[in-house]
């Protein structure tokens, strides 16, 4: 069976075709997936209605109980064991892999020595899947000495996966919160006009905002939490900057801190903000549909106009050979 596998991965013309099948299965894949995605609105909105309730009456059952609630999760002691053993946090730690947790949503001393650990596993797993494939299944016709290059080139790689899987978490949580963030700067604003102070209106607003972005809600609450117990306000707008590291975040926050510093009216700059974060919005969609013909160049070059031209000259090709 070995050998079979190992004969099928030399062979060429096999690996071209199962490249190919996987580029078509992948594009099928793509455009079915829209179709088949039916309007879930309803569901999700009744699970959230059911999860909330549930949350609530375990929040419930654990302050009357008395148990405390931690937010940060502490390390495994396994795992620390070996953080503080190998001493990880001198040779792997980075000086912005703390904040990227953060933005990511993984905040206390856990996730930060997860994300060590694995920045330790990941290129030992993959220098020995390259070290098995360059010297047991395909040599490549190179010499052992650019094999091992090779093999400590994949290690660099899978020391760099972690931070390019944090970055991606990154990526989706910003893109929720920047969808999401012109809708709850309007509540906001209904809030603040109605009379509630920003606190309320922060924690009334993370409550409904939940719904359509968790993120959000998340950072939000966090941001309600920290106003109550910082003496100094301004430390609690810089923290939710920081954390969700967006333009119009930050632009708000700014807001908000002069805002209670000079004593200027807090509806009118909640209002310009929220405009301003539609028209980021807007434009950020703008900006992806015009990019969307040159990304379709590829593709229709490879599959559609192959099964056009078949559809459009095929008939004719027939009637040809068939005269002949």
Not at 29 to 54: Q, Y
Not at 238 to 245: I, Q, S
Request: charged fraction near 20%; charge should be positive.
């Amino acid at each position: 069976m070995l050998g079979l596998l190992i004969e099928k991965l030399h062979d060429r013309d096999f690996m071209i075709q199962l490249l190919i099948a996987i580029a078509v299965g992948a594009t099928v894949l793509t455009f079915t997936m829209p179709l088949l995605a039916g309007d879930n609105l309803g569901r999700r909105m009744k699970a959230v209605s059911v999860e909330r309730s549930r949350i609530r009456e375990r929040e419930r059952a654990r302050l009357a109980s008395g148990e405390r609630i931690n937010v940060r999760p502490t390390p495994k002691a396994w795992m620390l064991s070996i953080v503080e053993t190998l001493k990880l946090t001198k040779h792997l730690a980075q000086d912005e892999a703390r904040d990227k947790l953060m933005q990511a949503g993984h905040r206390g001393q856990g996730p930060y020595v997860a994300f060590l650990l694995f920045r330790l596993v990941v290129p030992v797993i993959t220098f020995m899947v390259a070290l098995f494939y360059l010297f047991v299944i395909n040599d490549l016709q190179q010499p052992a000495i650019v094999r091992l290059l090779l093999a400590l080139f994949a290690a660099y790689i899978g020391l760099q996966l972690p931070m390019l899987f944090l970055k991606n978490q990154i990526a989706r949580r910003q893109t929720s919160i920047r969808r999401a963030f012109p809708d709850a700067l309007d509540l906001m604003l209904i809030c603040v006009e109605s009379g509630m102070s920003i606190e309320v209106a922060f924690r009334r607003v993370s409550g409904e905002i939940g719904t359509q972005s968790v993120p959000l809600a998340e950072e939000l609450t966090l941001t309600t939490a920290e106003l109550s117990y910082l003496q100094d306000r301004r430390l609690a707008y810089e923290n939710l900057a920081k954390r969700t590291d967006l333009d119009g975040v930050r632009a708000v926050c700014m807001a908000l801190i002069q805002s209670e510093r000079y004593g200027t009216p807090l509806a009118n700059t909640l209002r310009v903000m929220a405009q301003e974060n539609r028209d980021m919005r807007m434009s950020e969609a703008e900006k992806k549909a015009a990019g969307l013909p040159p990304k379709l160049t590829v593709p229709m070059i490879l599959f559609f106009l192959p099964c056009l031209f078949i559809v459009i000259m095929g008939p004719a090709a027939i009637r040809l050979m068939g005269s002949n």
